[in-house]
């Protein structure tokens, strides 16, 4: 050490050392710790587990008065102020499970300077009476936790969020520090305009997670694809099993209990004992696997969780790369494991062309799907494609996903496409997946020849490859783009589809939707 044991950067040391018994910060923490504890305003882009705590409570430990803590994360800010507290760190919270007399009691503390941390939920920090006690009260710095909750462009739009920008119109002069996990460029705009932090420094880290190994594979029998991933390569490992509906998440965990694997239900239908217990198991035991809904997770901080494992598409590449994240916190080897399917994505470019929300709010959740597909049928490096959605480049390919230990061959499919996309249009750009592949396949069924397309061109030209093989190719055609899915999941030829009908353009897919017939026989869902 250089340093004399006064500067500004020593005190920060030493009060890593004290209080968390830590040597050193890391990364860009000390940056942070040294830019806001001498009073300036900074956005912190951390990914999940990278330490976003320790930027706000070393400088309310370092800078006079309580650092006011904003998090929407009320079921965890009791454990945090207990960590903190431990600690020998002065901390409190207030949220609506105090009672009306432990509020009397954390309010005067805060006057009377007894606090070093103060957790606030948003709504209760809005209310008249608190923003009215901060005017009073000694604060040191307003950290805003979860900061991409302010956008409603996030995965995570909080109304009471969207009105934090009173804390730079009541408080300009105190430190402003908001961190998130997950922000790509518009919600950044959004955190930095509402809560006033235009020009202030921005701190952002590399989200890259090297010891989480990415695998996407397609849907075959999503149920024994999980057990054989589980039995064959996280037997006794503590997971999190992410499903869309509460109903399959029940389902899903019933059968894995059924199979001997030790797995809990959670979402929002249970009661908050049921979540309760699931949550506190998760953390506690070892080898516990909770099969969940996006519910589950937010500020889960358990270091050792071995697979994600996602058996439903995530709503965007954001929302995977957080629910991926909760994956390997503490460095050692694990994987994000998930399967999809051609119903998968026909359901959710359909709930997407049937949406009513505005069309600027459509345009964007257009581009967060299509940006989540290309992940899932990329032919090249998974962690470059996940890493470039976030604005980063990843010089080489990684060498641990899916892509890199097994690279898929890519073959010349425009002719197969062409067909696909006949078949479409030929019934009328009405027809759903299943309808299509008969009459690609040639099959005499009763639907076929109610509808005469047994007399069609198209009727088994594609009798040379499998109905697995169709199936993927049109889940391929859907992701990228070239059929839309619309009303009873039927299937149309896009406007990006004519060139390759005309075969001014070429379609290079991966070779494992084009396995040529006979294929192994594996049931084909
Ligand atoms: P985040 O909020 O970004 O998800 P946390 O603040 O919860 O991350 O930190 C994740 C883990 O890393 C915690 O267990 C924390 O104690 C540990 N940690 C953070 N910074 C340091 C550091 N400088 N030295 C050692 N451990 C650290
Ligand atoms: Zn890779």
Request: glycine share 8%.
């Amino acid at each position: 050490m250089t340093a004399a044991p006064t500067t500004p950067q020593q005190q920060a040391l030493d009060v890593l050392k004290r209080v968390w018994g830590y040597d050193a910060f890391r990364g860009v923490q000390a940056d942070i710790v040294r830019t806001v504890a001498g009073g300036g305003n900074a956005l912190v882009l951390m990914p999940t587990g990278g330490g976003k705590s320790l930027c706000y409570q070393v400088p309310s430990l370092l800078r006079p008065g309580v650092g006011i803590v904003v998090s929407p994360l009320i079921a965890l800010m009791k454990d945090q102020v207990d960590t903190l507290r431990q600690l020998g760190v002065r901390a409190a919270f207030l949220n609506s499970t105090l009672s009306l007399e432990g509020v009397r009691e954390v309010e005067s503390a805060l006057l009377a300077g007894e606090l070093d941390l103060l957790y606030v939920a948003p709504e209760r920090l809005l209310l008249p009476r608190t923003l009215e006690l901060l005017g009073r009260a000694p604060v040191a710095l307003f950290a805003i936790d979860e900061a991409h909750c302010v956008s409603q462009w996030g995965h995570d739009f909080r109304p009471e969020y969207g009105q934090l920008g009173v804390l730079p119109e009541r408080f300009p002069h105190i430190p402003r520090l908001a961190l998130t996990a997950t922000a790509d460029e518009r919600t950044r705009a959004d955190i930095l305009r509402v809560l006033g932090l235009e020009g202030a420094p921005q701190f952002i880290s590399s989200f890259d997670r090297p010891n989480i190994q990415y695998r996407v594979a397609a849907k075959e029998g999503p149920k024994s694809q999980l057990l054989d991933f589980i039995r064959g390569e996280h037997p006794g490992d503590s997971g999190i099993v992410y499903c869309l509906s509460r109903k399959s998440v029940e389902e899903t965990a019933k059968w894995l209990q059924a199979q001997g694997v030790d797995a809990v239900p959670y979402h929002a239908g249970l009661s908050p004992r049921e979540r309760n217990t699931a949550q506190e198991r998760f953390l506690n035991e070892e080898g516990l696997i909770v099969v969940a809904t996006v519910a589950f997770g937010m500020g889960i901080d358990k270091p050792n969780v071995r697979f994600v494992a996602h058996l439903d598409l995530p709503k965007s590449l954001e929302g995977y790369y957080q629910e991926t994240g909760r994956a390997g916190r503490d460095g050692l080897p694990s994987t994000a494991w998930m399967v999809y399917g051609l119903a998968d994505v026909v359901n959710v470019r359909r709930m997407l062309a049937q949406s009513a929300a505005p069309e600027d709010v459509r345009r964007v959740e257009a581009a967060k799907l299509d940006a989540l597909l290309t992940y899932c049928e990329a032919a090249t490096c998974r962690r470059q494609v996940l890493l470039s959605y976030f604005g980063e480049t990843l010089p080489e390919p990684c060498g641990n996903c899916d892509v890199c230990l097994a690279p898929p061959r890519v073959r010349d499919a425009t002719r197969e496409a062409q067909m696909a996309l006949s078949a479409a249009i030929r019934t009328g750009n009405r027809f759903g997946a299943a309808h299509l592949t008969d009459v690609l396949l040639g099959r005499d069924t009763e639907k076929v020849r109610a509808m005469g397309h047994h007399q069609l061109p198209t009727f088994g030209v594609g009798r040379a490859h499998d109905e697995k093989t169709w199936r993927g190719l049109l889940r391929q055609l859907v992701s990228l783009g070239y059929l839309a899915a619309g009303e009873h999941h039927g299937l149309s030829a896009t406007a990006k589809a004519r060139p390759l009908l005309r075969g001014e353009e070429t379609l290079h897919l991966r070779e494992d939707t084009l396995a040529p017939r006979p294929a192994r026989d594996r049931s084909a869902r």
